[in-house]
């Protein structure tokens, strides 16, 4: 069983479009942190969220951590061949260094 | 300027015979892993070192184990690796417990084929 559901597994779409990536839970996480890897690279950190109800963004990335901290989401506005890559969701529950990983969100972004 | 770096990028071996790959970084953080990644799936975790104590994870094969000389070097040594272990293998860095919630870095990963 997947601690860290996320969905959808794969997503392609039109440059310009806005999307949505989930990562879900039953379980509550202290923090919960999303990473981007690009093919043939290691997977690099997007952002951290601690605080239930918290949203953060970087530029054109919208992060939210679900109220109960058992869910975040990541919304990409105006989608952009740039943003292409594997997109990784990693909660922390009992420690603050050891991470739970979901499954990953390859997105493709087609010009 | 990289900071946790692993060698080779590529590396070939044929099925039974031993491989090593190594991984250092320059961050001086506490807490080394290394995971093995299949096809645009997450990282699985296999091991981790904090400071000196090794930690297995469960599922983890006996084929599978680990060097940490020093703070800033760590091995993944493959025993007799089998086509099954054909695999990206990324190491990551991070502090420990102190200090808050913790980001991995990951390194670039070595690219393992077995012929």
């Known amino acids: 069983t997947q601690l860290l559901e996320q969905s959808p597994q794969f997503l392609s779409i039109q440059e310009g479009e806005n999307l949505t990536v989930y990562c879900n839970s039953s379980s509550v996480f202290s923090s919960l942190q999303w990473y981007r890897q690009e093919p043939g690279e290691g997977p690099v950190l997007l952002v951290t969220v601690v605080t239930g109800g918290e949203v953060k963004k970087l530029k054109r990335l919208t992060f939210q951590f679900g109220d109960a901290r058992k869910d975040s989401s990541l919304h990409i506005t105006a989608a952009q061949p740039g943003d292409t890559g594997l997109y990784l969701c990693?909660?922390?529950?009992?420690?603050?260094?050891?991470?739970?990983w979901g499954a990953g969100t390859k997105l493709i972004i087609k010009p | 300027d990289a900071m946790v770096i692993q060698n080779p990028r590529y590396q070939v071996t044929q099925f039974g015979k031993p491989v090593t790959l190594s991984c250092s970084q320059t961050l001086n953080h506490n807490v080394m892993y290394w995971y093995q990644q299949k096809s645009s799936q997450a990282p699985k975790l296999l091991f981790h070192y904090y400071d000196k104590d090794f930690n297995n994870e469960a599922d983890t094969p006996d084929n599978f184990q680990s060097r940490r000389p020093n703070t800033s070097f760590c091995f993944l040594d493959i025993r007799s690796p089998g086509l099954g272990d054909a695999a990206m293998y990324l190491c990551a860095t991070s502090r420990g417990e102190e200090g808050g919630v913790q980001p991995q870095h990951f390194g670039d990963g070595t690219r393992l084929s077995i012929l």
């Open positions: 990693a909660g922390a529950r009992d420690s603050n260094y050891q991470l739970i």
